[in-house]
């Protein structure tokens, strides 16, 4: 989500991106017209990606950006109106122009440099405007190249208070399309990390020939190994490529280093191992550690990189979630909601896709036959380290309900969060905005209804208190939700994701279906009303699905009729994955009807994988879980940007995901993503400015980038990493 913007100081934020070292085939001479590089300088409707300084109120008026700047600041950088993001090169001129009139005749900065340390310059010029718009052109060589420049008019310093308004902003220059020249890589696509000895093998290799190819695979000695020929396949919708198949499933010796040739191109290297998931199941759930709330995390269990101070417990400059009150207005009251997860990059804690990761998990825990010891503060603790993390969630959303002889009581609070976006590269024990709890929704009172019934069920063997407290919950929001049935979360905001739904006879559904599992009572059973279906799967928002999902952990529950239509639904659902995933050049269970894909694609990969691996185990039928587990080949490397989506897994991981903490990109003090840390991946829809910059005119399957500002595409969640936690624990169990 918007990641903007920014406390009086630029963040403390240095990025060398070398544009062209990653670049083929680069142009040698600007392009004529100059490429623009300002997004939105003309202010027709909106102000983003535009941002102002938090002294600083921006809005756009009559087509035109006006700021009011405030009296008393003491450097020019602590009034700002900017722009990041803005993709320089070295040795190149730039022309910034742009329209500036202020109420009264002042000056101040224009600037365009890199957004951190060392803070190359390319125009750094005083400006002086008066009472009329006036234009003002400005051009200078680039010392540096790097992809994130900042433009910023500040003006900072003033001793009177007055209005600053821009228009018509524009940069041009430099040598490279907006966007640069995307290079993938080696065509020959593998799963980066690799295979299961029993699992299938394939690849996918991008060609415009029609007839069958060679291929061998080498070991890590070039040695040749296997042979065979490619299966022709033609053009994949979604990715705009023209591929071929390659299926080595006749190999199946374990070894490391392995590659695919294809003539000259050569794959990524890649393992065959039978612990294959092993680790990338533990980092996967240790990603919940690494974001909890409340909590110092140490370096006896993640290494002194990604060790940090308890983030929000009340100790300056955090305002803590010890005692959060109500967004003004909306009640009078405060709660202490300490604990939990942070929800992604950002600092907020939503209950709704915050239940659904704790579910989950809980999921997974039932799923598994073994434990998996995690590195976590409750590791020796006689209960499954699994149940320990989803603990500290739940402990929270169990915090979000309004308290009896509250109005709303038994209701659940929408979310908690920052009340205006913090600044990116910012430690959770660093924010020092006040934060606060938003009003409650039918949503968020079902989704607690579902998960503490969850959490009574598989809790009452391990720890009864939790089981108990759960369930009493879960029932008195279920009768909060009856008789408020249609309490709607608002959409936008600011300061944290909205997390909207209109629609919540899903929640109904799927909370029946949970609290049924627990208690074996007719009058929940009685308001299922919904079933899996393939077109929805499930999500955040839509959790229609999980009430199939639900019953399947509770067969003794059905009469034997019942449970066999449950699991012919389920068959059905996992057919039309399984026919997604063959009909594509990419094998992927995910295939939007509409050809685009959604922010989180990757979630929908392994979520239907997840009912792919479900309906393995209730009908025993290999091909579901061969298709599970070629799911995982699409994350780890083997789609149309040859890009593995986990951060420390394969070649050509992402890394540079968007998260607050794990920063390193924008500034060296902080640490890179945990391991095990999946990207929201390729996203249509190119809501960030970074992804607008830079990735316009993509295929949906190429509508990624491992930058951290592009929170739309390369941004982490907890209900992404639940689901490649479920899905690798499968994959290691199999
Ligand atoms: O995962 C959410 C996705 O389904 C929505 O389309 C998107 C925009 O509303 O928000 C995503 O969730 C983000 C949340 O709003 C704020 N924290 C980061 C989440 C992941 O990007």
């Given at each position: 989500?918007?990641?903007?913007?920014?406390?009086?100081?630029?963040?403390?934020?240095?990025?060398?991106?070398?544009?062209?070292?990653?670049?083929?085939?680069?142009?040698?001479?600007?392009?004529?017209?100059?490429?623009?590089?300002?997004?939105?300088?003309?202010?027709?409707?909106?102000?983003?990606?535009?941002?102002?300084?938090?002294?600083?109120?921006?809005?756009?008026?009559?087509?035109?950006?006006?700021?009011?700047?405030?009296?008393?600041?003491?450097?020019?950088?602590?009034?700002?109106?900017?722009?990041?993001?803005?993709?320089?090169?070295?040795?190149?001129?730039?022309?910034?122009?742009?329209?500036?009139?202020?109420?009264?005749?002042?000056?101040?900065?224009?600037?365009?440099?890199?957004?951190?340390?060392?803070?190359?310059?390319?125009?750094?010029?005083?400006?002086?405007?008066?009472?009329?718009?006036?234009?003002?052109?400005?051009?200078?060589?680039?010392?540096?190249?790097?992809?994130?420049?900042?433009?910023?008019?500040?003006?900072?310093?003033?001793?009177?208070?007055?209005?600053?308004?821009?228009?018509?902003?524009?940069?041009?220059?430099?040598?490279?399309?907006?966007?640069?020249?995307?290079?993938?890589?080696?065509?020959?696509?593998?799963?980066?990390?690799?295979?299961?000895?029993?699992?299938?093998?394939?690849?996918?290799?991008?060609?415009?020939?029609?007839?069958?190819?060679?291929?061998?695979?080498?070991?890590?000695?070039?040695?040749?190994?296997?042979?065979?020929?490619?299966?022709?396949?033609?053009?994949?919708?979604?990715?705009?490529?023209?591929?071929?198949?390659?299926?080595?499933?006749?190999?199946?010796?374990?070894?490391?280093?392995?590659?695919?040739?294809?003539?000259?191109?050569?794959?990524?290297?890649?393992?065959?191992?039978?612990?294959?998931?092993?680790?990338?199941?533990?980092?996967?759930?240790?990603?919940?550690?690494?974001?909890?709330?409340?909590?110092?995390?140490?370096?006896?269990?993640?290494?002194?990189?990604?060790?940090?101070?308890?983030?929000?417990?009340?100790?300056?400059?955090?305002?803590?979630?010890?005692?959060?009150?109500?967004?003004?207005?909306?009640?009078?009251?405060?709660?202490?909601?300490?604990?939990?997860?942070?929800?992604?990059?950002?600092?907020?804690?939503?209950?709704?896709?915050?239940?659904l990761?704790?579910w989950q998990?809980?999921?997974?825990?039932?799923?598994?036959?073994?434990?998996?010891?995690?590195?976590?503060?409750?590791?020796?603790?006689?209960?499954?380290?699994?149940?320990?993390?989803?603990?500290?969630?739940?402990?929270?959303?169990?915090?979000?309900?309004?308290?009896?002889?509250?109005?709303?009581?038994?209701?659940?609070?929408?979310?908690?969060?920052?009340?205006?976006?913090?600044?990116?590269?910012?430690?959770?024990?660093?924010?020092?905005?006040?934060?606060?709890?938003?009003?409650?929704?039918?949503?968020?009172?079902?989704?607690?209804?579902?998960?503490?019934?969850?959490?009574?069920?598989?809790?009452?063997?391990?720890?009864?208190?939790?089981?108990?407290?759960?369930?009493?919950?879960?029932?008195?929001?279920?009768?909060?939700?009856?008789?408020?049935?249609?309490?709607?979360?608002?959409?936008?905001?600011?300061?944290?994701?909205?997390?909207?739904?209109?629609?919540?006879?899903d929640?109904?559904?799927w909370?029946?279906?949970?609290?049924?599992?627990?208690?074996?009572?007719?009058?929940?059973?009685?308001?299922?009303?919904t079933?899996l279906k393939?077109?929805d799967g499930f999500s955040w928002q839509e959790t229609g699905g999980l009430a199939d999902l639900?019953?399947?952990?509770?067969?003794?529950?059905?009469?034997?009729?019942?449970?066999?239509?449950?699991?012919?639904?389920?068959?059905?659902?996992?057919?039309?994955?399984?026919?997604?995933?063959?009909?594509?050049?990419?094998?992927?269970?995910?295939?939007?009807?509409?050809?685009?894909?959604?922010?989180?694609?990757?979630s929908g990969?392994?979520n239907n994988?997840m009912i792919?691996?479900?309906?393995?185990?209730?009908?025993?039928?290999?091909?579901?879980?061969?298709?599970?587990?070629?799911?995982?080949?699409?994350?780890?490397?083997?789609?149309?940007?040859?890009?593995?989506?986990?951060?420390?897994?394969?070649?050509?991981?992402?890394?540079?995901?968007?998260?607050?903490?794990?920063?390193?990109?924008?500034?060296?003090?902080?640490?890179?993503?945990?391991?095990?840390?999946?990207?929201?991946?390729?996203?249509?829809?190119?809501?960030?400015?970074?992804?607008?910059?830079?990735?316009?005119?993509?295929?949906?399957?190429?509508?990624?980038?491992?930058?951290?500002?592009?929170?739309?595409?390369?941004?982490?969640?907890?209900?992404?990493?639940?689901a490649?936690?479920?899905?690798?624990?499968?994959?290691?169990?199999?």
């Open positions: 989500m918007p990641s903007a913007r920014r406390s009086a100081l630029i963040a403390g934020s240095a990025a060398l991106t070398v544009l062209a070292a990653t670049l083929i085939g680069t142009p040698a001479t600007a392009a004529d017209p100059p490429y623009e590089r300002i997004l939105n300088g003309t202010f027709d409707t909106e102000r983003e990606p535009w941002w102002s300084s938090s002294t600083t109120p921006s809005a756009v008026t009559d087509g035109r950006l006006c700021a009011q700047i405030p009296a008393g600041t003491a450097n020019p950088w602590d009034s700002m109106i900017g722009q990041d993001d803005v993709p320089l090169e070295q040795g190149q001129p730039y022309t910034l122009k742009f329209d500036a009139s202020a109420s009264k005749p002042i000056q101040f900065k224009a600037v365009l440099q890199q957004q951190g340390p060392p803070y190359g310059t390319v125009i750094g010029q005083t400006v002086t405007a008066g009472t009329t718009m006036q234009s003002f052109s400005f051009t200078n060589n680039s010392p540096v190249t790097d992809t994130h420049g900042q433009m910023s008019f500040q003006a900072g310093g003033a001793a009177e208070a007055y209005t600053l308004c821009l228009d018509n902003i524009s940069i041009t220059g430099g040598i490279l399309p907006p966007g640069g020249i995307r290079d993938f890589g080696s065509p020959v696509r593998v799963n980066q990390l690799g295979y299961l000895p029993g699992g299938p093998h394939r690849a996918t290799y991008v060609t415009t020939a029609t007839t069958p190819l060679d291929w061998k695979l080498v070991d890590s000695g070039n040695k040749t190994v296997a042979v065979g020929k490619t299966t022709p396949y033609g053009p994949d919708a979604l990715s705009g490529d023209s591929v071929q198949l390659i299926d080595f499933g006749s190999f199946r010796t374990t070894g490391t280093g392995f590659r695919l040739v294809v003539g000259e191109d050569v794959s990524e290297p890649f393992d065959i191992a039978k612990n294959l998931y092993s680790a990338l199941r533990q980092d996967s759930l240790e990603y919940f550690y690494n974001n909890r709330s409340g909590i110092p995390i140490e370096a006896k269990y993640v290494g002194d990189a990604w060790a940090r101070a308890a983030g929000h417990v009340g100790v300056a400059p955090n305002k803590g979630d010890t005692s959060v009150p109500c967004v003004p207005g909306s009640c009078d009251y405060s709660l202490d909601v300490r604990g939990g997860w942070y929800d992604a990059g950002d600092h907020g804690k939503y209950v709704v896709n915050g239940a990761a704790a998990l809980l999921d997974l825990y039932e799923e598994s036959d073994r434990n998996v010891s995690l590195k976590i503060p409750e590791n020796a603790n006689r209960v499954p380290d699994v149940l320990d993390e989803a603990k500290w969630q739940i402990d929270f959303l169990l915090r979000m309900q309004v308290p009896a002889g509250q109005p709303l009581a038994g209701m659940v609070h929408h979310k908690i969060h920052d009340e205006a976006w913090t600044g990116m590269a910012l430690a959770p024990a660093a924010d020092p905005q006040q934060r606060y709890l938003y009003p409650p929704s039918t949503a968020a009172t079902l989704n607690l209804a579902a998960i503490g019934a969850r959490c009574a069920r598989v809790y009452a063997r391990w720890d009864h208190a939790l089981a108990a407290r759960c369930l009493s919950a879960a029932q008195t929001a279920w009768k909060a939700a009856e008789l408020h049935p249609a309490i709607y979360a608002p959409t936008g905001g600011v300061g944290g994701g909205a997390y909207d739904d209109v629609k919540v006879t929640e109904f559904s909370a029946a279906a949970e609290l049924f599992a627990a208690t074996g009572k007719a009058s929940y059973k009685r308001r299922i009303s079933v393939a077109a639900a019953l399947a952990r509770v067969p003794w529950r059905l009469p034997a009729v019942e449970r066999i239509h449950l699991i012919r639904r389920i068959a059905t659902v996992a057919d039309s994955y399984l026919a997604d995933l063959r009909s594509q050049g990419y094998a992927n269970p995910y295939k939007p009807a509409n050809g685009h894909y959604v922010w989180g694609s990757n990969t392994a994988a792919l691996a479900i309906a393995a185990d209730l009908t025993g039928r290999p091909s579901y879980r061969s298709a599970a587990l070629e799911s995982l080949d699409y994350l780890l490397g083997r789609n149309a940007i040859n890009q593995s989506y986990v951060t420390g897994y394969g070649e050509r991981d992402s890394h540079n995901q968007h998260h607050r903490f794990w920063s390193h990109s924008l500034n060296p003090a902080y640490p890179s993503p945990y391991p095990g840390s999946l990207a929201g991946g390729a996203n249509s829809g190119l809501q960030d400015p970074v992804a607008q910059r830079n990735l316009v005119g993509c295929a949906p399957a190429k509508c990624y980038i491992d930058e951290i500002g592009s929170y739309s595409t390369n941004e982490v969640a907890v209900n992404w990493n639940s490649l936690a479920w899905l690798t624990t499968y994959a290691d169990e199999v």
